[in-house]
């Protein structure tokens, strides 16, 4: 690994058998738990998402940063036949073993469209108190962008153009933390089956389910205080997105963060470490008012 990689300094690292399946997770500092849920692009883990803000988040906060299932150093597995509904029953066995009964969650991209769907829909049960969802939710175009997310072969090349679409300014497309730690991790015995596996259709489909497939998240039904993040020039969301969203999910804040494309926790860290922290102290301190609408920066 390249040597200039940044590791949070407070994370350590663990593992855990998952009905069979090892599981690795990231735990750092004291206080309520934290759930932090990364991203589903070639080369996601805890370490690769949150690197800019495990640290700042375990100031205040017990982290937990797990591995979804196929990803960073959890088993390259991949269910043909449940896919999504495997991964989120792991998610789920994972937060039981480890002993979580109450915590607030932050997703990002994946991460934040699979917690939203969870509150939305009660699928499963995760003791959720507060959530945070970064440029998750909403319909997810199958355009240029989504195709470099998707079309990554095992070089470097396509490695910088994924970086290229989750990011608005071009110094990350060369930035070690993303390109170096991402290529490594995607290009690891497993990483790039149990990842490209999910972006397979078959041809006997009837309609198309993920990007370019309707969004039909019940999020009126979403019953915990959420907060939502999005970038002004996501390019990998319709302009406009997060709007809706925050208009459905019934008690909500919403940031537009500008000059931020989709990784809004890397490219605007500061503001997200300040935006999480002061949003979760205050949401689960129950002497305040819970939650105020629509506030846009």
Same mark, same amino acid.
């Given at each position: 690994?390249?040597?200039?990689?940044?590791?949070?300094?407070?994370?350590?690292?663990?593992?855990?058998?998952?009905?069979?399946?090892?599981?690795?997770?990231?735990?750092?500092?004291?206080?309520?738990?934290?759930?932090?849920?990364?991203?589903?692009?070639?080369?996601?883990?805890?370490?690769?998402?949150?690197?800019?803000?495990?640290?700042?988040?375990?100031?205040?906060?017990?982290?937990?940063?797990?591995?979804? !299932?196929?990803?960073?150093?959890?088993?390259?597995?991949?269910?043909?036949? +449940?896919?999504?509904?495997?991964?989120?029953?792991?998610?789920?066995?994972?937060?039981?073993?480890?002993?979580?009964?109450?915590?607030?969650?932050?997703?990002?991209?994946?991460?934040?469209?699979?917690?939203?769907?969870?509150?939305?829909?009660?699928?499963?049960?995760?003791?959720?108190?507060?959530?945070?969802?970064?440029?998750?939710?909403?319909?997810?175009?199958?355009?240029?962008?989504?195709?470099?997310?998707?079309?990554?072969? +095992?070089?470097?090349?396509?490695?910088?153009? !994924?970086?290229?679409?989750?990011?608005?300014?071009?110094?990350?497309?060369?930035?070690?933390?993303?390109?170096?730690?991402?290529?490594?991790?995607?290009?690891?015995?497993?990483?790039?089956?149990?990842?490209?596996?999910?972006?397979?259709?078959?041809?006997?489909?009837?309609?198309?389910?993920?990007?370019?497939?309707?969004?039909?998240?019940?999020?009126?039904?979403?019953?915990?205080?959420?907060?939502?993040?999005?970038?002004?020039?996501?390019?990998?969301?319709?302009?406009?997105?997060?709007?809706?969203?925050?208009?459905?999910?019934?008690?909500?804040?919403?940031?537009?963060?500008?000059?931020?494309?989709?990784?809004?926790?890397?490219?605007?860290?500061?503001?997200?470490?300040?935006?999480?922290?002061?949003?979760?102290?205050?949401?689960?301190?129950?002497?305040?008012?819970?939650?105020?609408?629509?506030?846009?920066?």
């Amino acid at each position: 690994m390249n040597p200039e990689i940044d590791e949070p300094i407070s994370a350590r690292s663990h593992y855990v058998e998952v009905s069979g399946l090892r599981t690795h997770y990231l735990e750092g500092g004291e206080g309520p738990t934290l759930i932090l849920l990364h991203d589903g692009g070639f080369g996601g883990s805890g370490a690769a998402t949150w690197y800019r803000n495990f640290d700042a988040f375990a100031s205040r906060f017990h982290v937990i940063a797990p591995d979804w !299932l196929g990803f960073g150093r959890t088993a390259k597995v991949h269910d043909f036949e +449940g896919g999504r509904a495997r991964r989120l029953w792991h998610m789920t066995r994972f937060l039981e073993e480890i002993g979580v009964d109450a915590a607030a969650f932050a997703g990002v991209s994946m991460g934040a469209t699979l917690l939203l769907q969870v509150l939305a829909s009660k699928e499963q049960d995760w003791p959720v108190q507060a959530a945070v969802a970064i440029s998750g939710g909403g319909f997810m175009p199958n355009n240029a962008a989504r195709q470099s997310m998707v079309g990554f072969d +095992g070089t470097r090349e396509s490695m910088r153009a !994924l970086v290229r679409a989750m990011t608005l300014d071009p110094r990350w497309e060369n930035d070690p933390n993303l390109l170096d730690r991402r290529l490594h991790d995607a290009t690891q015995p497993g990483a790039w089956e149990a990842v490209a596996a999910a972006r397979f259709k078959s041809p006997v489909a009837a309609e198309p389910e993920g990007f370019g497939g309707q969004d039909r998240t019940p999020y009126e039904d979403i019953s915990v205080p959420t907060l939502l993040i999005a970038g002004a020039d996501d390019a990998l969301r319709e302009p406009g997105y997060a709007d809706d969203v925050a208009r459905r999910v019934p008690h909500c804040e919403l940031h537009v963060l500008s000059r931020c494309g989709h990784m809004a926790n890397i490219e605007q860290a500061e503001q997200v470490n300040d935006l999480v922290l002061e949003f979760l102290v205050r949401t689960l301190n129950p002497g305040n008012e819970v939650l105020t609408r629509g506030a846009t920066t």
